[in-house]
Structure formats: structure tokens, C-alpha cells
């Protein structure tokens, strides 16, 4: 059901530009709906103000570790390449490998590694407000 209801969108967004038969052929994949980040937090209400979305493309090299840091932002990913490994200042540990998704933890310490010998690709979508940073360094 959930893919009819996607490809109905698509349709109405193609405005019937595209044959019926390039329209069936979308696939739709959830890779990730939910109210919590990874650590199994819940996401905290969006802040107030008005809307900033920053999308980054983060490549880390093997063998990098990213400095202690926290998101003051809801923020999602998807690492394309390589593998990371997240840890929160606590010592809980997410490892991701390419084409997995990530719901980011919320203002807690933690930092990634790329523990890997390729380099890790991750994108990543923040929704913050303008004028406030994104993420801190501890």
C-alpha cells in the first residue's frame, strides 16, 4: 500500500510527462521512519524559529577519528561507502556499513571513526534554524 501511495505521488508530481509504464517501474524504498535516534532516544521537538535544512556530503579517510562532538539538530544519513563507527561519550557503539541509514543522537557526546581501509562517505540532512549551529565540538 505504501508503494502505491509513492508511486500516485510521482505520478502527480510527473504531471503525466512520462509514460504509465516508467512510473511502474519506481521503487520505493523506507529506509528509515521513527521518533528516536539510534541509541533509542526520542528525537526532541523541532526548535523554534524559522527552518534552515543543511544537507553535508562528509568523506572521512581510514583510520580518522572525528573529535568529541554533540547536534544541537534532529539529523538523518546515509553512508554511501566504507563503514563508520559511532560511539557516544556513554560507550554505546553503532557501526554502520555502506547503505545503511542513521538517525543521529541529539545533543549527546559522541564521536565517529572510520576503523575501515576505504574512505566512508556519509550524507547527511540536519533540520536546524537559521542562525544556530548545527553541531559543537565538545
Known amino acids: 500500500m505504501r508503494k502505491l501511495f509513492y508511486v500516485v505521488c510521482l505520478t502527480i508530481l510527473l504531471s503525466g510527462n512520462a509514460p504509465a509504464a ?7 524504498d523506507v529506509l528509515s521512519k521513527t521518533g528516536s535516534s539510534w541509541d533509542g532516544r526520542v528525537l526532541p521537538d523541532y526548535p ?7 544537507i553535508l556530503r562528509i568523506t572521512i579517510p581510514p583510520g580518522v577519528e572525528l573529535p568529541l562532538h554533540k547536534h544541537l539538530v534532529i539529523n538523518a544519513g546515509l553512508l554511501l561507502s566504507g563503514e563508520l563507527t559511532v560511539v557516544t561519550e556513554e560507550n554505546r557503539r553503532l557501526h554502520l556499513k555502506a547503505g545503511d541509514p542513521i538517525v ?4 549527546t557526546w559522541h564521536y565517529g571513526k572510520n576503523e575501515g581501509d576505504k574512505e566512508a562517505v556519509i550524507v547527511v540532512f540536519y533540520a536546524g534554524i537559521t ?4 553541531t559543537i565540538n565538545k
Not at 22 to 28: F, K, M, P, S
Not at 48 to 54: D, H, M, N, Y
Not at 104 to 107: C, M, R
Open 22 to 28: 516508467d512510473v511502474d517501474a519506481v521503487d520505493v
Open 48 to 54: 523554534k524559529g524559522k527552518p534552515e535544512i543543511t
Open 104 to 107: 543521529e543522537v541529539v545533543d
Open 131 to 134: 542562525g544556530a549551529p548545527i
